[in-house]
């Protein structure tokens, strides 16, 4: 092992002066002069290279005294997390602090494993780094010396190479350095936002939308709200959308969808049952005038149709029965309708005032074509019934990507998906229950950049994901993971440059996250920025003293709560 002179580094510290300066900016200036000059002292040498990182060993004392010095990159210098250089002929190579281990073969030594970051070059009469990009084209060798990297150094780094960029917080450790994150590269491959339940993960969410739409005034941004929580963020510069005024057509759904909302057989019944809606219903379709015009239709093309059409049909197709023959699939269908029909939770999709050919209008309207200042829709399922919220989301997801299929000829526009808790509706084998809903969303995370659709996922358990579905984010911003598979699955998708960062993910703080992908330079620990009061989502938790302690209306609320209750949003 190359012997650690740690003495030998210690000597070169500038010794301080006889006479104290006598005032504050001649303190200041000794101070910037003493940390120039701990910045250009090794703190280690190079033990032992491989390709994508390498070992290395850390002076001690070094460390003790580049931890008082005042800027922070030095003062964190050989820290775990923290980014060190190494002198390669004519440049610099960056690396990140992976893990440190004391040596017990010499004394006041640590060894560290690092991860390779990426190279710049040196400019010769400053000696600071410029030109930096990612990957390594020239490793050194065993013995280098290795060097604390500055706030100067990391502020070329993190630098942006002249792409669009949003900037949503600050590169840790330093206080001034911005961390943007390019917007094309971002989502042209997609992008994950992780962490575990009370993170800041919905705020951090409102942040970067609300940095895209700013950047991109004209946008067509579809977000997907499960709870509620994003209206109250986007009320100014979106357009928010619920079971109130919706109005989503039921003849939209395909005819996988139809199935999951019309028959809850199962076995050989449900088969029989989807023979049955498939003849009916492409004859009801079939009625319609524009299905004249148009010649041949499938049972999936998006034509309007009456449901009471559909009925008669099913009605028609049981007369024609033999009496010995089981009249029970038609019934069983015809039944559901009806339900449908008559219950007001579901007038959001199925009133008879959703009949007219409204499809254009609708896309227009959900898909912000035009904008007119507002690029982002909020879908906010939280009021639709349990049992079709998936089928909801699977028919918005399947228009996005059924557009851009079939609007590939025109100069359309980029759209961006965004699916809060996307592991409800993109789960893993485990928890599938087979819901069209995964199957588009699988799909457009493999296909879509191709056609210019780019999905946003927003999840607290990473690992319920569908396999593979992570791994087609370009993009990852992983805040604090509390769950050691969700750990565990993170760290696979993600690059092996990422791994000291990623070591670091249980330990993040609120509002802290690691990002690395296509979306960033290299890997960078970001402090999201705060976002003003009126745009942050409606997710603060509950403070049950204060709560508890604030008595009075309880009966007014509880009445009123009943009422609403009953009426189920009729």
């Not at 038609?330 to 309708?337: A, D």
Request: hydrophobic share 35%.
């Amino acid at each position: 092992m190359t012997e650690m002179p740690g003495s030998q580094f210690a000597d070169a510290t500038p010794a301080s002066p006889s006479e104290a300066p006598t005032s504050e900016e001649e303190q200041r200036q000794q101070r910037e002069a003493q940390s120039v000059e701990c910045a250009r002292q090794p703190i280690g040498v190079v033990l032992e290279i491989a390709g994508s990182g390498s070992a290395i060993a850390l002076d001690l004392e070094r460390l003790t005294e580049c931890m008082a010095d005042i800027d922070p990159s030095i003062a964190l210098a050989g820290q775990v997390g923290s980014q060190i250089k190494i002198k390669t002929g004519d440049g610099w190579l960056l690396a990140s602090v992976r893990n440190q281990r004391q040596d017990r073969r010499a004394e006041n030594s640590i060894v560290a494993n690092i991860d390779f970051l990426g190279e710049g070059m040196e400019e010769r009469l400053t000696g600071k780094i410029h030109s930096f990009r990612r990957g390594v084209t020239r490793y050194p060798i065993p013995g280098a010396l290795v060097y604390p990297a500055t706030s100067e150094d990391l502020k070329q780094i993190y630098a942006s190479d002249g792409r669009s960029a949003i900037q949503i917080g600050t590169v840790y450790p330093t206080s001034d350095i911005r961390a943007g994150m390019y917007i094309d590269a971002m989502l042209g491959k997609h992008f994950a936002l992780l962490g575990s339940t009370g993170t800041g993960k919905s705020t951090s969410a409102a942040l970067i939308l609300h940095r895209i739409c700013q950047a991109a005034p004209q946008g067509h941004i579809l977000m997907i709200d499960p709870h509620g929580e994003y209206s109250a963020a986007f009320r100014n510069t979106g357009q928010i959308f619920d079971v109130t005024n919706l109005q989503m057509p039921y003849w939209l759904m395909n005819f996988e969808e139809h199935c999951e909302v019309l028959l809850k057989s199962s076995g050989n019944d449900l088969q029989n049952d989807r023979d049955i809606l498939a003849k009916c219903l492409l004859a009801a379709r079939s009625k319609n005038r524009l299905a004249e015009t148009m010649g041949k239709i499938t049972v999936d093309s998006p034509i309007p149709y009456l449901l009471s059409d559909l009925t008669g049909m099913i009605q028609d197709e049981m007369g024609k029965l033999d009496k010995a023959t089981n009249t029970a699939p038609y019934m069983r269908i015809k039944t559901k309708i009806d339900e449908l029909k008559a219950d007001p939770r579901y007038q959001f999709m199925f009133s008879g005032m959703l009949v007219g050919d409204t499809m254009a209008e609708f896309i227009s309207k959900i898909f912000r074509m035009p904008s007119s200042g507002k690029p982002i829709s909020i879908i906010d399922v939280s009021g639709v019934p349990s049992d079709i919220t998936s089928t909801v989301v699977a028919v918005l997801s399947r228009l996005v990507f059924d557009f851009a299929i079939w609007g590939r000829n025109e100069k359309t526009s980029p759209i961006l998906l965004v699916c809060e808790e996307a592991h409800r509706y993109v789960p893993n084998e485990k928890n599938s229950d087979g819901n069209s809903v995964g199957t588009i969303l699988s799909r457009i995370a493999k296909e879509g950049r191709k056609y210019g659709i780019s999905l946003g996922l927003i999840t607290q358990r990473p690992s319920d994901l569908a396999e593979g579905v992570l791994s087609q984010c370009g993009t990852i911003i992983s805040m604090r993971l509390n769950n050691e598979r969700d750990q565990a699955f993170v760290k696979a998708a993600m690059p092996e440059g990422a791994r000291g960062f990623l070591d670091s993910i249980p330990a993040l703080r609120n509002r802290e996250c690691i990002i690395c992908g296509e979306g960033v330079s290299i890997p960078i620990r970001v402090s999201f920025d705060n976002l003003e009061e009126s745009k942050r989502p409606a997710s603060e938790d509950p403070s049950f003293v204060d709560l508890w302690n604030n008595g009075g209306g309880e009966e007014d609320m509880v009445l009123r709560t009943v009422q609403r209750w009953r009426a189920q949003g009729a």
